[in-house]
């Protein structure tokens, strides 16, 4: 299976997560870590979210750098995986 640099980056990356949010450390049932993934395949939006959902992490997705740019106006973000290739 060939995976975009996003999802590779997302792999690496996921073990140093794993060891500060899977202990399910919440405050008020609230996640701990919110994460933006932007990338304009459904493909890999769905394999990063895949790799990175669990407990004490919120995983928002957007399909552009537009929409990346609202929500990071919206919400403040811990990690965010972009795509560097995306058309727009």
């Known amino acids: ?11 690496e990356i996921l073990i140093t ?3 500060c949010t899977d202990r399910g450390d ?7 870590i919110n994460i933006l993934a932007v990338d304009d395949r459904p ?13 004490g992490r919120a995983l928002f997705k957007a399909a552009s750098g ?3 740019l609202g929500m990071l106006m919206e919400h403040e973000f ?10 727009e």
């Open 66 to 68: 537009n929409e990346a």
């Open 17 to 19: 997560i794993h060891s």
């Open 26 to 32: 919440t405050v008020n049932d609230t996640p701990l």
């Open 1 to 11: 299976m060939l995976f975009s640099a996003s999802v590779l980056l997302a792999m």
């Open 43 to 55: 493909e890999n939006l769905l394999a990063l979210e895949n790799l990175l959902e669990a407990p």
């Open 78 to 87: 811990a990690l965010v995986l972009l795509d560097v290739q995306m058309p």
